[in-house]
T-cell receptor, first 115, second 113 residues
Framework: GAVVSQHPSWVICKSGTSVKIECRSL??????MFWYRQFPKQSLMLMAT?????????EQGVEKDKFLINHASLTLSTLTVTSAHPEDSSFYIC???????????FGQGTRLTVV | AQSVTQPDIHITVSEGASLELRCNYS??????LFWYVQSPGQGLQLLLK??????LVQGIKGFEAEFKRSQSSFNLRKPSVHWSDAAEYFC???????????FGAGTRLFVKA
């Protein structure tokens, strides 16, 4: 199956700094990528949907200015958590899809801890 | 609006016993349905998916699921559970036209010896 890689797998940062998480589709071109957030022992909550070359569509309640999403190419999307705070600590997972009506493939996730 | 309900927060099954995890969905058209498994601190692994055709879907690791349109359900089953099956299981629904995938709350499976 198709492979989606996230980097880094885990990151610790100081409060107030920004962190960038990368999501790459390694063997296919992803027209759409999705970013999810998962709190401990909870389900995945969709944060935003990004289509290559256009602005991301954010879910209700997700701060656009805090979670910056860029999908500049068909194989790379990035999520930047700006001015991170301890409450942003979470597990962030991306998924990528080749086209509508096709399966989305998930990355292995990034554990963010803000101290 | 799309929604997914997994009624059981956690289930405990004896090793070797059969398993059924419940999933009900709400979607206005023909849904795409998925079951994923997640081990602690890990990403998601797709167990199986239903897009169309045969309503009984076979997946990896001996899992299967049956799509029942009349009941809006997509329950996951396994005839004999192994200790290594202990994990969190998520049911998800997506749709045509590029709709996003929505996840249920998850069911934590515990396996006792």
């Amino acid at each position: 199956g198709a492979v989606v890689s996230q980097h880094p797998s885990w990151v610790i940062c100081k409060s107030g700094t920004s962190v960038k998480i990368e999501c790459r589709s390694l063997d296919f071109q992803a027209t759409t990528m999705f970013w999810y957030r998962q709190f401990p022992k909870q389900s995945l909550m969709l944060m935003a949907t990004s289509n290559e070359g256009s602005k991301a569509t954010y879910e209700q309640g997700v701060e656009k200015d805090k979670f910056l999403i860029n999908h500049a190419s068909l194989t790379l999307s990035t999520l930047t958590v700006t001015s991170a705070h301890p409450e942003d600590s979470s597990f962030y997972i991306c998924s990528a899809r080749m086209a509508p009506n096709t399966e989305a493939f998930f990355g292995q996730g990034t554990r963010l801890t803000v101290v | 609006a799309q929604s997914v309900t997994q009624p059981d927060i956690h289930i405990t099954v004896s090793e070797g016993a059969s398993l059924e995890l419940r999933c009900n969905y709400s979607y206005g058209a023909t849904p795409y349905l998925f079951w994923y498994v997640q081990s602690p601190g890990q990403g998601l692994q797709l167990l199986l998916k239903y897009f169309s055709g045969d309503t009984l879907v076979q997946g990896i690791k001996g899992f299967e699921a049956e799509f029942k349109r009349s009941q809006s359900s997509f329950n996951l089953r396994k005839p004999s559970v192994h200790w290594s099956d202990a994990a969190e299981y998520f049911c998800a629904v997506g749709g045509t036209g590029g709709f996003k995938t929505i996840f249920g709350a998850g069911t934590r499976l515990f396996v006792k010896a």
